[in-house]
């Protein structure tokens, strides 16, 4: 697309450049695993049991859905007040993290008709799979797709809007770039999308140094282990430090990743524009001014590449990365809920798609909750 110019800083460019060889390594490796046996690196499968009241202290309703890959995907969902739903928002959230930040949306958007759900992506809060292993984002994807599926058939002809933060944002793009994305996907938020990364830590250059130096021998002999901690990088995304002592504390945050899914995600990085490029549906680009995690201006660049018309881009001055844990939350709202609202009226159900209707059938499954985290009471849903 003419004046698409992606953001790049010399250090992203350099590592977007090293991604082949990282691939390289990574695919000797798994010829020497193979060879040798090794299939366990530590890395569980299944998330910590937190009882619900724990887990899910806000949400009126939760829920499990079954992805095409064999994981349980948990969801919660603040479902519309009134009898009939006008439309539907999904959210993702960034790596290691879960769907219990966003109540603050669910609370805005459910007396104004609008059903909200929060995925927990595979593998992260309370979904199965290798815990916040981006090195498996086809299956992540299709998880999302799975469940845009299923609120496909739960809301008929109603309109899902897609919303991902941070790294989310990305991810989100990557599926509404697909051809065969849910017939009712109507448009799609992007807050404080991670195109530009800035900082890796709050101790300096020095130590992001000292950090990659003692990451080279798992580098080059164990990348399916466990060995980088990201919980330093939460001392960036918001503006006071509870957000950090919140999420140190929190079992389902998972804050040891491997480097295969670091640079899993730095690959989605940087195939972020080319995935702008595919954007056709209607898409609200939302950034902090004082994001610390991404450079702010990346924003700019990406509301060039996406190639729908209908797109729009809001700064919020002063706001740090976590947009939806911010001060300013009450004003992201409102901004979103606006936007909901002025694209409500215009969206029209496209004709109906019967081969696709029968994949979506066997695709999504009832499943029960797991024993660990079923006990304590609530209202759920499972899908159907």
């Known amino acids: ?21 990282a691939a390289g390594v990574f695919h000797l490796q798994d010829v020497v695993y193979r060879s040798i046996g090794k299939t366990s690196w530590g890395v569980p499968t299944h998330p910590p049991s937190v009882p619900m009241s724990e887990a899910v202290p806000y949400a009126p309703e939760f829920g499990y859905i079954h992805n095409r890959h064999g994981y349980c995907e948990f969801y919660r969902c603040w479902p519309a007040r009134g009898a009939v739903t006008r439309a539907v928002l999904v959210a993702l959230d960034g790596m290691g993290s879960y769907a219990k930040q966003f109540h603050p949306i669910g609370q805005f958007l459910a007396p104004r008709d609008i059903a909200f759900f929060g995925l927990d992506l595979q593998g992260q809060g309370l979904s199965e799979g290798p815990r916040s292993d981006w090195a498996l984002l086809p299956q992540i994807v299709d998880g999302v797709a799975d469940l845009l599926r299923y609120l496909e058939q739960r809301y008929p002809d109603t309109p899902i809007y897609l919303l991902g933060e941070s790294i989310g944002g990305p991810l989100a793009m990557q599926l509404a770039a697909r051809r065969d994305r849910p017939r009712n996907l ?28 003692r990451q080279i021998p798992y580098f080059l002999f164990a990348s399916k282990a466990p060995s980088v901690n990201i919980a330093g990088r939460q001392k960036l995304v918001a503006r006071g430090p509870e957000v950090y002592h919140r999420s140190i504390r929190d079992p389902l945050q998972n804050n040891c990743v491997t480097l295969r899914t670091l640079v899993a995600s730095l690959a989605l990085i940087a195939r972020s524009y080319e995935l702008a490029k595919r954007t056709t549906i209607p898409t609200l680009v939302l950034q902090a001014s004082c994001d610390k995690v991404n450079d702010p201006e990346a924003a700019a660049s990406l509301l060039t590449c996406l190639a729908t018309g209908d797109k729009e881009l809001v700064y919020f001055a002063g706001a740090a990365h976590g947009l939806f844990y911010d001060p300013d939350t009450p004003e992201v709202l409102r901004v979103i809920g606006d936007w909901l609202e002025s694209h409500l009226g215009r969206w029209q159900a496209p004709p109906e798609q019967c081969e696709s209707l029968a994949r979506i059938t066997t695709s999504v499954v009832p499943v029960p909750p797991r024993e660990s985290t079923s006990k304590e009471t609530g209202r759920r849903k499972e899908s159907r």
Do not use: D
Not at 12 to 20: F, G, M, T, V
Not at 195 to 207: A, F
């Open 1 to 21: 697309m003419a004046g698409c110019v992606p953001r790049r800083s010399l250090r992203n460019r350099i590592l977007i450049a090293l991604l082949p060889f």
């Open 186 to 213: 109507a448009g799609l938020v992007v807050a404080s999308p991670e195109l530009e990364p800035t900082r890796l830590s709050t101790k300096g250059p020095w130590n992001a140094v000292g950090t990659v130096l």
